[in-house]
């Protein structure tokens, strides 16, 4: 079994596509096609199955991926700690974050990062919680910010920031007050993400806790159709305040504090304990988390007017 075989392999489960695999590979489809056949003649199995969605993986194939995944990768980092000797950061970094983190601050961090460490390829990805701790444990993601597992996970936790939760209201809403119990949410012509949403999950353990039903009228996962439903409509909605800062600054939409009990959730950022990120892909982590970390600053220094304006 040869390396470039491995490589190919995981490029072809990735894309299901022989074609998008040899694009991404830079080789011609019979190359491609050929080392595959070879690989599955010396394994003895069968990795893929045509179909006319494309190249669907075995269960044999599906398990090679889960092996092989993390050996690739290792191999990656080693060879970016290998060529970097002039201390100038490079090599490809791929990083999940919870969609909330993605709208909030992403093209921020994005822009600084790029600009100080042009030779480093990002990778970005937005994703329920549960779908990129999955994909940190098996390899895919050097890390990922996401909501607070409710329980314990096998990858390094560490504690980003606690943000308040918002009720999010538009212009063709009436007037909410300035804080709101949580009870009063029930009252509410709600839209809220599905169930598989970590938002969600976050919302319906404080409605358990509170012995409070809460019934939406809507469902949505997309953070910006329920942002646009709630500007446009009578709608309300519940977002922590990253997703919806630049709408707060611009007063497009009004956000008002949850209280009694506070309404937050925690952010974390998880990395497998056996394959810690490269120096590029720590940095670029730092970044992002900073910008995290420092708009929940701001929130605290500012939410006067800001909650004012609610």
Same mark, same amino acid.
């Given at each position: 079994?040869e390396?470039?075989? $491995? ?5 072809l489960?990735? +894309? ?13 489809? &019979?190359? @491609? ?29 599906r398990?090679?991926y889960?092996?092989?995944l &993390? ?8 060879? +970016? ?6 201390? +100038?950061?490079?090599?490809?970094v ?9 709208? !909030?601050v ?5 822009? +600084? ?11 970005l *990805?937005?994703?329920?919680?549960? /779908? @990129?701790?999955?994909?940190?444990? $098996? ?33 063709? %809403? ?13 009252h509410?012509? =709600?839209?809220? &993400?599905?169930r ?8 319906? #353990?404080? #409605?358990q806790?509170?012995d409070?039903?809460? #019934? ?10 329920? @942002? ?8 309300? *909605?519940?977002?922590p ?5 630049r709408? =707060? ?9 949850? /209280?009694?009990?506070? @309404? ?6 998880? *990395? %497998? ?11 670029f982590?730092? *970044? ?13 220094? !500012?939410?006067?007017?800001?909650? !004012? #304006?609610?």
């Amino acid at each position: 079994m040869e390396f470039r075989q $491995v490589q190919y392999f995981v490029v072809l489960f990735e +894309e299901r596509s022989v074609t998008r695999a040899a694009r991404r590979l830079n080789i011609v489809q &019979p190359a @491609l096609s050929m080392q595959i056949a070879k690989l599955e003649e010396e394994i003895g199995k069968q990795l893929f199955v045509r179909s006319p969605q494309g190249m669907e993986p075995t269960s044999e194939g599906r398990r090679m991926y889960r092996l092989f995944l &993390p050996v690739l990768g290792d191999f990656a980092h080693a060879r +970016e700690q290998v060529m970097q000797t002039s201390g +100038e950061l490079a090599g490809l970094v791929r990083v999940g974050m919870i969609a909330t983190v993605a709208q !909030g601050v992403l093209v921020d961090a994005l822009l +600084e990062f790029s600009a100080l460490h042009p030779k480093v390829d990002l990778s970005l *990805t937005d994703g329920f919680s549960g /779908t @990129l701790a999955d994909a940190v444990a $098996v390899g895919q993601l050097d890390a990922a910010i996401v909501n607070k597992p409710r329980r314990p996970l096998a990858l390094n936790t560490e504690a980003i920031a606690e943000e308040d939760m918002l009720v999010i209201a538009g212009p063709k %809403h009436a007037p909410l007050p300035h804080v709101m119990a949580f009870a009063e949410l029930a009252h509410l012509r =709600l839209v809220l &993400p599905t169930r598989q949403h970590g938002l969600r999950g976050i919302i319906e #353990s404080f #409605s358990q806790a509170e012995d409070v039903t809460l #019934s939406p009228n809507v469902e949505i996962d997309s953070i910006s159709a329920i @942002l646009k439903l709630v500007h446009e409509s009578d709608f309300c *909605t519940v977002l922590p305040r990253v997703a919806v800062r630049r709408q =707060l600054e611009h007063e497009a939409l009004h956000g008002t504090t949850v /209280t009694s009990p506070r @309404l937050s959730r925690q952010i974390v950022c998880v *990395t %497998h304990p056996r394959r810690p990120p490269s120096p590029a892909a720590a940095a670029f982590i730092a *970044t992002l988390v900073r910008h995290v970390r420092g708009l929940g600053e701001g929130d605290h220094a !500012g939410s006067g007017a800001d909650r !004012g #304006s609610g």
